[in-house]
């Protein structure tokens, strides 16, 4: 099983991959996958891999945290949500870490361009990615 390199572009309405090998080799004219549209054509946001098949995602501005196996068609019924997200910050990165976890870093950025921070400040955490039960 070789491995991939996800890709899209925030306009775009598809994902594409490459192996791995073909960028090592300089091997990229035709080397370039097309995975398949996005769901709904709704703009997504690559935030990281458990470095097995694991591909975590979220919309764009949304905070909710998904993961798709990509040995599994990309389509949203694949899409497991791994964390809802709160109110305050996005996700812009996940990465398996201490423990064994799965960590996010979340933060305010988007705030932060907007010039909406407000008396809070900018802000950033890092966590275990938790599956909220209701």
Request: proline content about 3%; overall charge positive; charged content about 20%.
């Amino acid at each position: 099983c070789g491995r991939y390199l996800y890709f899209t572009y925030l306009k775009s309405s598809r994902l594409f991959s490459i192996k791995t090998e073909h960028l090592r080799q300089g091997a990229g004219s035709g080397a370039v996958v097309d995975v398949g549209p996005k769901p709904h054509g709704l703009q997504i946001v690559l935030l990281g891999t458990d470095n097995k098949s694991g591909v975590f995602l979220r919309y764009k501005g949304q905070s909710d945290i998904y993961m798709w196996d990509a040995e599994s068609c990309f389509k949203a019924a694949n899409f497991i949500e791994v964390q809802r997200g709160g109110d305050c910050r996005l996700a812009t990165q996940v990465m398996p870490g201490f423990r064994r976890h799965m960590w996010t870093i979340e933060s305010n950025f988007q705030d932060y361009i907007s010039d909406g921070l407000g008396c809070v400040g900018a802000s950033i955490v890092i966590h275990p990615v938790v599956k909220n039960e209701e």
